[in-house]
């Protein structure tokens, strides 16, 4: 019979996210992780092959909740501007009700993870495919909203649905109040969404029309 686990992984991956939130990548030591935990050494080296396995498994467990909590809000709202709003108000929301977890999303990237050594190759793939849900997500809401998820239709919606809110919690001041963010968020995202892009392209000068250096062409004399 095998022998049952006394320690849970969301246990041992809660004492690696305090670690790194309070002495940073350095402190996530298989010794720190294990007086935190109570985990014992060899049961930590059992489940995890390196430190970087410990810290990626953390984000993709912070990844996944941050993922359900932004689809939860999508389920429960309107299609269209309505969701979009909904969904990109909900990363306020998630960082003011999960504060450590919204830190340890600034600290870190994807790509950053992806390039650590001891990696395993499936959690290279679970890294690799970790944002599938939230691709889908920016997809449908570019159907609802511009009625084909395009390129230029999905990258609008990411940007202001996830790109305007991520930024604003990745920047924000640990312990500030995040209501005056939430309605800070709420205008740039709709104004993001809503822009008339047909006028955006600059017209031609005229030929009265001063025009910078920079923006003028040099030609190459032959």
Do not use: C
Not at 98 to 108: F, I, K, T
Not at 136 to 165: K, M
Not at 182 to 192: G, I, M, N
Request: proline share 7%; net charge positive; aromatic share 4%.
């Amino acid at each position: 019979m095998a022998r049952r686990r006394t320690y849970s992984d969301e246990q041992i991956l809660s004492a690696v996210r305090d670690l790194l939130l309070a002495e940073g990548p350095r402190g996530v030591t298989t010794a720190a992780v294990s007086a935190r935990s109570g985990a014992p050494v060899g049961s930590l080296y059992h489940r995890f092959p390196s430190r970087s396995a410990m810290v990626a498994q953390l984000w993709i467990r912070t990844i996944r909740e941050f993922h359900e909590f932004l689809l939860a809000a999508a389920e429960r709202s309107e299609p269209g501007l309505d969701r979009a709003m909904t969904v990109a108000l909900a990363t306020i929301d998630f960082a003011a009700q999960h504060p450590e977890d919204a830190r340890l999303l600034a600290m870190a990237s994807r790509e950053e993870l992806r390039s650590s050594e001891g990696l395993t190759a499936d959690l290279v793939d679970e890294l690799d495919d970790l944002n599938a849900p939230a691709e889908a997500l920016a997809a449908q809401l570019a159907r609802e909203l511009y009625g084909r998820a395009s390129r230029p239709a999905v990258e609008r919606v990411v940007f202001a649905v996830f790109g305007i809110p991520y930024t604003a919690v990745r920047h924000r001041r640990p312990g500030r109040d995040l209501g005056p963010m939430r309605e800070l968020v709420r205008v740039a995202s709709r104004a993001a969404l809503e822009a008339d892009l047909s006028a955006s392209a600059p017209a031609p000068s005229s030929p009265a029309t001063p025009t910078s250096p920079k923006a003028t062409p040099t030609r190459r004399s032959r």
